[in-house]
């Protein structure tokens, strides 16, 4: 284990530890091992990072990070960030690849800008196996999580064991996991990732509170397995394109065109080319307009397409977590990082 840099408070002026940390300079890591175990932290008052860029420039290729957690009881603080690569002005351009990560706390891949559209860093991440801890009762995870400003790309990596499960079919709202998450930024692409056993798969979220929309997503050729509870891809935001995707055994929609993310409407939406096997809806609706839903191939669902936002799988019909007959919670998000802890 590397030694924790203390005294160190990231953009939203959260105090830090972090067992690599740079600042203000363009730097290589690689072919290092961090592991957060036995950090020595009591208290949800310091946010543990295994790497940690701060309006730095640079590559994270190679590298294996992983048991960066708060102790026993403290994880459900929602901190613990394995890779977070963060830039409070201007654009700077990091690489991420290459890397395991694997048991953290809250994200196991992060980029985040200030909450400015058009500001934060630019990310390319790649080639990355980022395993989750799995089901848990702590804390709602994120595979990959790029927002708040932050641009760039996803690509070819390997992300599961996202779950949250405390608890399961909660009301009247819930906060959830994900594989990869795109939370307020604007045109990302995602591509050719696997994802898989995740409460959500894929999801741009737009929210005007933290940056602005997440419109102008670009989803392709991923490989997305196993969702549990929630839709394989969740187009939370508008004028996204959907192409090309293998979507299997969801426990809730294959696509959504979602409006519940205001000011987005989950409208203007190209979704085609995907393959949809096991689904309650292959494409849910929801009440947006303009958008391209055609064509794609769906394969055991009990809806190619549905209006509006509600699924009601068959008695029987789902595995994954999900209660046979049960409908979807229109209030489930995804739980980012935010500025603001959660």
């Given at each position: 284990?590397?030694a924790?840099?203390?005294?160190?408070?990231?953009i939203?002026?959260?105090p830090?530890?972090?067992?690599?940390?740079?600042?203000?300079?363009?730097?290589?890591?690689?072919?290092i091992t961090?592991?957060?175990?036995?950090?020595?932290?009591t208290?949800?008052?310091i946010?543990?990072?295994?790497?940690?860029?701060?309006?730095?420039?640079g590559t994270?290729?190679?590298?294996?990070?992983?048991?960066?957690?708060l102790?026993?009881g403290?994880?459900?603080?929602?901190?613990?960030?394995?890779?977070?690569?963060?830039?409070?002005s201007?654009n700077?351009a990091?690489?991420?690849?290459?890397?395991?990560?694997?048991?953290?706390?809250?994200?196991?891949i992060?980029a985040?800008?200030?909450?400015t559209a058009?500001?934060g860093?630019?990310v390319?991440?790649?080639?990355?196996t980022?395993?989750g801890?799995?089901?848990?009762?702590?804390?709602?995870?994120?595979?990959?999580?790029?927002?708040?400003?932050?641009?760039?790309?996803?690509?070819?990596?390997?992300?599961?064991?996202?779950?949250?499960?405390?608890p399961?079919n909660c009301s009247?709202?819930?906060t959830?996991?994900?594989g990869?998450l795109?939370?307020a930024?604007?045109g990302?692409?995602?591509?050719?990732n696997?994802?898989e056993?995740?409460?959500?798969?894929?999801?741009?979220?737009t929210?005007?509170?933290?940056?602005?929309?997440?419109n102008g997503?670009?989803?392709?050729?991923n490989?997305?397995?196993?969702?549990?509870l929630?839709?394989?891809?969740?187009?939370?935001?508008?004028?996204?394109?959907?192409?090309?995707?293998?979507?299997?055994?969801?426990?809730?929609?294959?696509?959504?065109?979602?409006?519940?993310c205001?000011?987005?409407?989950?409208?203007n939406?190209?979704?085609?080319?995907?393959?949809?096997?096991?689904?309650?809806?292959?494409?849910?609706?929801?009440?947006?307009?303009?958008?391209?839903?055609?064509?794609?191939?769906?394969?055991?669902?009990?809806?190619?397409?549905?209006?509006?936002?509600v699924?009601t799988?068959?008695?029987?019909?789902?595995?994954n977590?999900m209660?046979?007959g049960?409908?979807k919670?229109?209030?489930?998000r995804?739980?980012?990082l935010?500025?603001?802890r959660?």
């Open positions: 284990m590397a924790l840099t203390n005294g160190v408070v990231d939203f002026s959260f830090t530890a972090a067992q690599i940390f740079v600042q203000n300079a363009n730097v290589t890591v690689s072919h961090v592991d957060g175990a036995n950090d020595g932290l208290d949800c008052s946010d543990a990072i295994g790497i940690y860029y701060q309006n730095s420039s994270i290729t190679d590298n294996a990070v992983r048991n960066v957690l102790p026993t403290l994880q459900g603080c929602q901190d613990g960030l394995a890779i977070n690569v963060e830039g409070s201007g700077p990091v690489t991420i690849s290459d890397n395991s990560v694997r048991n953290y706390d809250k994200n196991g992060t985040s800008g200030p909450g058009g500001v860093p630019v390319s991440v790649k080639n990355n980022v395993i801890l799995g089901a848990t009762t702590v804390t709602a995870q994120n595979g990959i999580q790029v927002g708040l400003g932050a641009t760039g790309s996803i690509t070819s990596n390997y992300v599961a064991d996202d779950i949250y499960t405390n399961p009247p709202s819930c959830g996991a994900s990869i795109v939370y930024s604007a990302v692409t995602v591509s050719s696997t994802v056993s995740a409460q959500y798969g894929i999801v741009p979220v929210d005007p509170n933290f940056g602005g929309s997440a997503t670009i989803i392709k050729s490989h997305i397995g196993g969702t549990q929630f839709d394989a891809i969740d187009l939370c935001s508008d004028g996204n394109i959907a192409q090309t995707n293998v979507i299997y055994g969801s426990s809730q929609d294959g696509i959504h065109t979602d409006d519940s205001s000011p987005s409407t989950g409208s939406n190209i979704v085609t080319g995907n393959t949809i096997n096991e689904a309650c809806a292959g494409i849910l609706l929801g009440s947006g307009t303009g958008n391209t839903i055609a064509p794609n191939t769906f394969l055991n669902v009990t809806n190619t397409t549905l209006a509006g936002d699924c799988p068959p008695v029987g019909a789902l595995a977590g209660e046979s049960a409908t919670h229109l209030s489930f995804p739980s980012p935010k500025p603001i959660n």
